[in-house]
């Protein structure tokens, strides 16, 4: 159990556009879901932190206009990457944790380049 | 604002040995979570060992165990009889308790984990 899923895996996009990446909780319902952000070979950066049914909270520095979060229900979130940029470019991994449980699911992944 | 130190980029260890990786963060809480985390070249995130900061045994999986010293704000992982499986990246990472659900993780940079066979 717990498993969590992203869609897509890999997206390629050029610049300007806008790519939707989706994460789901695929056996358990999530109240939070959290968006991290992997550049090549370096650590996990926390971006956002969403809540089913409430604005995402954004840490310091990430732009709320750029990186949209809905969390529109208690299995999904997404994150829309907006006017995309080469240096947007990186691995998106998204988590969820279960109502009043302390333990992150993590999702496999969605490796986003942007030429 | 909390930081996580890992600084050991890389380690080297032979198949069947053992290995302790270390880790320091820094937090003006009481209340908190510790986590080691691996990541394969798949970059499946991969929950290895927890330790709630209010409990004062030493967290242990298996092979997987920790040295928390609250104290010193030190929590280092030993991985016992090394396996070719446990080669990744390991990754410390701290979390604020919030009461309820999870918080967001504050990760460390992490070290690269070799097994020599």
């Known amino acids: 159990g717990a498993v969590v899923s992203q869609h897509p895996s890999w997206v390629i996009c050029k610049s300007g556009t806008s790519v939707k990446i989706e994460c789901r909780s695929l056996?358990?319902?999530?109240?939070?879901m959290f968006w991290y952000r992997q550049f090549p070979k370096q650590s996990l950066m926390l971006m956002a932190t969403s809540n089913e049914g409430s604005k995402a909270t954004y840490e310091q520095g990430v732009e709320k206009d750029k990186f949209l979060i809905n969390h529109a229900s208690l299995t999904l979130s997404t994150l829309t990457v907006t006017s995309a940029h080469p240096e947007d470019s990186s691995f998106y991994i998204c988590?969820?944790?279960?109502?009043?449980?302390?333990?992150?699911?993590f999702g496999p992944g969605t490796r986003l380049t942007v030429t | 604002a909390q930081t996580v130190t890992q600084s050991q980029p890389e380690m080297s260890v032979q198949e069947a040995e053992t290995v302790t990786l270390s880790c320091t963060y820094d937090t003006s809480e009481s209340d908190y979570y510790l986590f080691w985390y691996k990541q394969p070249p798949s970059r499946q995130m991969i929950l290895v060992i927890r330790q709630e900061a209010y409990k004062q045994q030493n967290a242990t999986e298996n092979r997987f165990s920790v040295n928390f010293q609250k104290a010193a704000k030190s929590f280092s992982l030993k991985i016992s009889d090394s396996q070719l499986g446990d080669a990744a990246m390991y990754f410390c990472a701290y979390s604020m308790y919030s009461g309820g659900g999870a918080d967001g993780l504050t990760f460390g940079k992490g070290t690269h984990l070799i097994i020599q066979p």
């Open positions: 988590s969820a944790n279960p109502y009043f449980i302390y333990e992150q699911y």
């Open positions: 056996d358990f319902q999530a109240t939070t």
